[in-house]
C-alpha cells in the first residue's frame, strides 16, 4: 500500500490537490506562457524573493533587481542561489534526495558545516514553528522521508506537500531548512512532470498567504494529527495554485521598461 494512502483517501486532501494540479495543467496548456522564455528566469527570481522575504528579507517591487549589500541582501542572494540551483536538481534529487538537500545548503552555510545535518539543537527558526526534531533522530527521519519519495505514488502536490513540512519540521540544518523546503516543493512539482514549464512559484503562493497562515500550518501539521496534517496540505495546495496562476504578474513584469 502507498504510505500516502490515508491521505490520498481523504476527501479534503483529494480535493485540494485537485483544485491545484488543474491550475498547473491549466498553465502548461497556456499559449502565451509556453512561448516566452523570458519567463522562466524571471519566475525563478520571483520565487527566490518571496521565499527569501517568508525569512524576513523585504520583497523588492521590481523583482529583477539585484539584492542590496546588507544582512537581509546576503539572504535574498542565497534564496536566488538555492532557487535557481534547484531546477538543476532533478535527475539528482531523483536519486539521491540527501545529496540535494546538502547541495541547496551550500549556498546557506559557507563554514565547515555546509551540507551537514546539525549535531545539536540549535537551529534559526525564522517563522517561529517550534522546537526541531532533537539532532539525534535527524538520520531515521530523513531516511523515511526518501523512503516515503520511493515509494509513493500519490499526486506530486500531495508529496510534495509531506516532503516541505518534513524538512520543515526535521529542520536538518543549522540554518537555511526552510528555504530548502520551499525549494524541495518545487522540485518534486518538476521532477514528478507536474511544472512542465518550470514557471509554476508556490514560494510566491506561500508569501501572498501570508507567513503567519503559513507558518500556523506546518505547526498543525507538526501535530500529527488527521486534520493537522489536511490543514497544512490545504494551504501547500493553495500556494501551488497562486503560484500557477500569477503568470499575468510576469507577463507585466517581462514587458516592462529596464
Given at each position: 500500500?502507498?504510505?500516502?494512502?490515508?491521505?490520498?483517501?481523504?476527501?479534503?486532501?483529494?480535493?485540494?490537490?485537485?483544485?491545484?494540479?488543474?491550475?498547473?495543467?491549466?498553465?502548461?496548456?497556456?499559449?502565451?506562457?509556453?512561448?516566452?522564455?523570458?519567463?522562466?528566469?524571471?519566475?525563478?527570481?520571483?520565487?527566490?524573493?518571496?521565499?527569501?522575504?517568508?525569512?524576513?528579507?523585504?520583497?523588492?517591487?521590481?523583482?529583477?533587481?539585484?539584492?542590496?549589500?546588507?544582512?537581509?541582501?546576503?539572504?535574498?542572494?542565497?534564496?536566488?542561489?538555492?532557487?535557481?540551483?534547484?531546477?538543476?536538481?532533478?535527475?539528482?534529487?531523483?536519486?539521491?534526495?540527501?545529496?540535494?538537500?546538502?547541495?541547496?545548503?551550500?549556498?546557506?552555510?559557507?563554514?565547515?558545516?555546509?551540507?551537514?545535518?546539525?549535531?545539536?539543537?540549535?537551529?534559526?527558526?525564522?517563522?517561529?514553528?517550534?522546537?526541531?526534531?532533537?539532532?539525534?533522530?535527524?538520520?531515521?527521519?530523513?531516511?523515511?522521508?526518501?523512503?516515503?519519495?520511493?515509494?509513493?505514488?500519490?499526486?506530486?502536490?500531495?508529496?510534495?506537500?509531506?516532503?516541505?513540512?518534513?524538512?520543515?519540521?526535521?529542520?536538518?540544518?543549522?540554518?537555511?531548512?526552510?528555504?530548502?523546503?520551499?525549494?524541495?516543493?518545487?522540485i518534486i512539482l518538476?521532477?514528478?512532470?507536474?511544472?512542465?514549464?518550470?514557471?509554476?512559484?508556490?514560494?510566491?503562493?506561500?508569501?501572498?498567504?501570508?507567513?503567519?497562515?503559513?507558518?500556523?500550518?506546518?505547526?498543525?501539521?507538526?501535530?500529527?494529527?488527521?486534520?493537522g496534517v489536511a490543514?497544512?496540505?490545504?494551504?501547500?495546495?493553495?500556494?501551488?495554485?497562486?503560484?500557477?496562476?500569477?503568470?499575468?504578474?510576469?507577463?507585466?513584469?517581462?514587458?516592462?521598461?529596464?
Amino acid at each position: 500500500m502507498d504510505p500516502l494512502q490515508h491521505l490520498v483517501d481523504n476527501e479534503q486532501v483529494a480535493k485540494t490537490t485537485s483544485a491545484a494540479l488543474k491550475a498547473v495543467d491549466e498553465l502548461n496548456w497556456n499559449r502565451s506562457v509556453r512561448n516566452n522564455p523570458e519567463l522562466i528566469p524571471l519566475s525563478r527570481r520571483v520565487s527566490s524573493y518571496a521565499s527569501a522575504a517568508l525569512e524576513g528579507a523585504a520583497m523588492p517591487a521590481d523583482p529583477r533587481q539585484d539584492p542590496e549589500d546588507s544582512p537581509m541582501g546576503q539572504l535574498s542572494q542565497a534564496a536566488l542561489a538555492i532557487t535557481a540551483e534547484a531546477d538543476f536538481q532533478l535527475a539528482t534529487f531523483q536519486k539521491t534526495p540527501l545529496h540535494t538537500w546538502a547541495r541547496l545548503h551550500s549556498f546557506v552555510e559557507n563554514s565547515e558545516n555546509r551540507g551537514r545535518p546539525r549535531t545539536t539543537n540549535e537551529v534559526v527558526d525564522p517563522l517561529h514553528i517550534g522546537q526541531p526534531l532533537d539532532y539525534k533522530q535527524i538520520e531515521s527521519r530523513l531516511t523515511s522521508l526518501v523512503d516515503l519519495l520511493d515509494e509513493s505514488k500519490a499526486s506530486a502536490v500531495l508529496v510534495a506537500a509531506i516532503a516541505h513540512a518534513e524538512i520543515a519540521s526535521i529542520a536538518p540544518f543549522n540554518r537555511g531548512s526552510q528555504l530548502i523546503a520551499r525549494a524541495t516543493t518545487r522540485i518534486i512539482l518538476q521532477s514528478r512532470g507536474v511544472d512542465q514549464l518550470k514557471l509554476v512559484m508556490p514560494e510566491y503562493g506561500f508569501y501572498k498567504i501570508g507567513r503567519n497562515a503559513y507558518a500556523k500550518a506546518l505547526i498543525s501539521y507538526q501535530t500529527g494529527t488527521l486534520s493537522g496534517v489536511a490543514d497544512w496540505i490545504e494551504l501547500h495546495s493553495q500556494a501551488i495554485h497562486i503560484g500557477a496562476t500569477s503568470t499575468d504578474f510576469l507577463i507585466a513584469l517581462s514587458t516592462q521598461a529596464e
